[in-house]
């Protein structure tokens, strides 16, 4: 059975799904249906703080900062109610990913649609990649999956292989007119006598270890077939040297754990090599996006993603680009009442500090539903930001909270002109971001990031 369903689903429980639909909301046959009741009705909660979930697989898209996810954030429920009549819920938090839960693969969507979500890694792993061919090639939540894996094997195999692909020294024997090394002469007197103008030499030769060779290669085959050459297009030496190096042979299990094990990546060298390694063994081990590989009994596992951290980054990179008079710096940390017992850190999410003048505009990401309505800004937002306030002081000139918005942004009702309103002060308020959805072309989303750069730059040139 699959299950899809994007993330930030059914928060406020308006979605039940009744039993007489059940069977058509998984695309069951009716006598089918009883396996999804069955899911249901026993209450079913996953966080990242149970260490019955220690299958997971946490990915990041951030290099700079370790990973620290929240483990009180939900990542998915699955639940029955009763009164008044029986309903089924689903919801999610900001994880997305594939999971396997008793023999039911559960696709977790990044909700904004292909498009969005393509456009958002190009801009965090720098693979730039807006071809609209790739993305009509598969149109599912499990491709999302793959093309969120394949940026970051691109990304991590272009930057681990500055220094050259894993070397190590072989011993290698050579009969030639020439000598390298030192002579053998046992077996000189064997075959050499006599001399023939030959000799064999033995020596020690820094060569490309055949193993990860062909997994890496393997990998970007892979690739190729599934989503055309634009997805290596910056890899266009390094795949050469593969191509080359390539045994021409397909890469088994034992292959797989040979290169990911090899003593060579436990050289600072080449380090950055564990972590693509791992990206290419998904990438090669279908299993793992397989439903009919999930057995019932094994533990809860899969892959997840952090999608309000890549909403973050993308926002960070997107703001450093246009903005080149401010430095744009994300998670700065703030510390509060450091000598007393009671102290504490903040960090905000984007911090733009200009150059020049040293002035100061601060922004939370929120990777929320915005249909500019009240309840869609949350008090704990609100306060937060607001409270960033007091630690900059005179030096903060903007602030607000951003968001993947559903509609066009009505500035007379989303911007104020002065923290907390009526006036009170020169430290403006906005709740922005960039229009997108689910039916959005790249076009159009990139239409969009600059209506959105236009907003933001209004704002700070006017309080200049």
Partial sequence: MKISIPVNHNFYEEKPIYPAGLAQAFGLRPRSAKEAEKLFSSFFELKLDQERFGALKLFSFN?????????????????AKDEPERRYFM??????????????KINISSRYGDAFLKRMLNFVCEVYIDNESTAAKKEDTE??????????????????????????????RE???????????????????????????????????????????LALRKLESLFGREIHSRLVGIT?????????QYASLATLQKAKNHQAINNPMYSGFKRVLEYAEIILLNHDLSPENSDPNTPTHGHLFDIAELFELYLEKLLARKFTEWSVSAQESMDYYQDQFYGRQMFPDLVMRHRETGR???????????????????????????????YYGSEMV?????????KEIPLDRAHSTSLYGGGR????????????????????????EERFINRISKKLSAEQ
């Avoid at 050469?240 to 021409?248: E, F, I, M, R």
């Avoid at 903007?398 to 559903?406: E, I, K, R, T, V």
């Fill in 63 to 79: 290099r700079k900062r370790p990973f620290k996810p929240d483990r009180e954030r939900l990542v998915l429920r699955l639940y």
């Fill in 91 to 104: 919801q999610t938090g900001l994880y997305a990913g594939t999971l396997f839960h008793k023999g039911c």
């Fill in 143 to 172: 491709n999302q999956f793959l093309y969120i894996i394949a940026h970051l094997f691109i990304q991590g195999l272009e930057k681990a292989a500055v220094l050259g692909l894993p070397q190590e020294y072989q011993t290698r």
């Fill in 175 to 217: 009969h030639s007119h020439k000598v390298r090394g030192k002579i053998d002469f046992n077996a000189y007197l064997k075959q050499d006598i006599p001399f023939s103008g030959k000799l064999t030499s033995v020596f020690r030769e820094r060569s490309y270890i055949p193993e990860i060779i062909d997994v890496l290669h």
């Fill in 240 to 248: 050469q040297v593969l191509k080359q190096n390539y045994s021409g």
């Fill in 360 to 390: 100061v505009a601060v922004f939370d990401a929120k990777f929320k539903k915005m249909d500019m309505t009240l309840g869609d800004v949350d008090r704990a937002d609100l306060h937060q930001i607001h409270s960033y306030a007091g």
């Fill in 398 to 406: 903007a602030s607000g909270l951003l968001y993947p918005l559903s």
């Fill in 425 to 448: 002060n020169q430290v403006s308020f906005i709740i922005d971001g960039i229009n997108v959805h689910s039916e959005m072309t790249m076009a159009e989303i990139i239409s969009h």
